[in-house]
């Protein structure tokens, strides 16, 4: 296989284009076209694996890591059924996420060790062999094999030259077409069991029908998300499941005055949550990076990551807390005592509310609402302000505190902490420990990573390694091999 790796300048100062060219990738493998105008049954892979002695593997979840999965499944083991069965739309996240231009992975950790640090559950767990087999460029490599050019922009996040998530959906849907993968939609396994024979055996609900189809599997994948059907499965075939809870989430603050800056962007701040259900010191409780304010409170990437690393300190707290902002992380207070002091002198004769220290680098607006915060009249001139007044205002800027009374939602990126634990799978093979040929992958997991692409790529990770993987039981099957 002769392959070549490379990033090319985009003509963009912030990006960067990942571009892939290969002599193979993959073996070919050639599919018999029905004929154009022949009637099939809706459920035509499940009824010719059920009636034929070909294996089935059924992928619950029509998300991110079930047609990732499916897809390297078939690509492994080209006579292998395989059916997607999704309540909903399929790819539905893929649509929203990164509003609307999906964020495919991230592009600036390279090194595991690095990259498993950005999964509040499954730091730990993810430094072995997951992104090892399949991480980031193997990711981006796939998808740039597959026609989808992509960009690495500034911050890490990867995204398509397009900036449209449709670029993403249609390069899957096209090798789920194209590998011979049966998706199936508004349909629901409502119950799993386990035969004597060791198969599956699927209780399949149709949405527009009280009819209930039984369906005999040799594979069994359950890429649900966080839906409370894939938990009711895992749990059918003897898992437990840790409580989920939300992730990923802005910050409501009860601050009139915060809500006329909606709209204010900062780009560096330092973000620390105290919570009274927390005593002892916890580091990533305390976050640097961008901030948001919205008109009913707080987001931004730093937010979104404190949010991630205190979800269950938060839902334990009610989401009630306390929210210390440094607005300048970069000028230490004994600095900004004497930006303040060197400006009072310089602009004496000039109102306090038409001269912000250029040092420290935010809007007019928040400056506003520093003044009016402590009392303070922009009116009255530099010379006026006494240096108890100076002290307040660095006191503002360096440990400004906010009442967090309650959480919000990150539509594009919502995520749940909670779900199967990784204790009871392989994650060289993303094998349930409990039950033979059942694996998971995705959201399903109790596996969540900060915004930023890395939810994706536990998706992309978890269903490459469980595809192939049955892929290749499939293949030794067939073969004889077992």
Known sequence: MAMRRCFVGSGQANTSVFSLSFSSILPTFHYKRTRPRERRCTTHAICHATKSKEELLVVVGGGAAGVYGAIHAKTVAPHLSVVVIEKGKPLSKVKVSGGGRCNVTNGHCVDNMILAENYPRGHKELRGSFFNIHGPVDTMSW?????????VEDDGRVFPVSNSSS????????????????????KTVAAISILSSGKFLLEIQQHTSVHVERVEADYLLIASGSSRQGYTLASQLGHSIVDPVPSLFTFKIEDLRLRELSGVTFPKVKVRLKLDSVQRNIPKLTQVGPMLVTHWGLS?????????????????SSYKG????????????????????????QYAKQKVLNSCPPEFGITKRFWSYVLERQGLSGDVLWASISNSSLMSIGSVLKNCIFEVTGKGQFKDEFVTAGGVPLSEISLNTMESKVCTRLFFAGEILNVDGVTGGFNFQNAWSGGFIAGTTIGRLALGSCLGLK
Request: charged share 20%; hydrophobic share 45%; net charge positive.
């Open 167 to 186: 670029s993403i959906i249609d390069c899957l849907n096209s090798e789920v077409k194209q590998r011979g993968v049966s998706l199936q939609t508004r």
């Open 143 to 151: 998808f740039a094999s597959h026609g989808v050019e992509l960009k």
């Open 322 to 345: 306390q929210l210390f902002v440094d607005f300048i992380p970069d000028l230490h207070v004994e600095n900004l005592k004497s930006v303040l002091s060197h400006h009072k002198l």
């Open 300 to 316: 931004g990437p730093a937010i979104l990551r404190l949010s991630a690393w205190g979800a269950r300190f938060l839902f334990s």
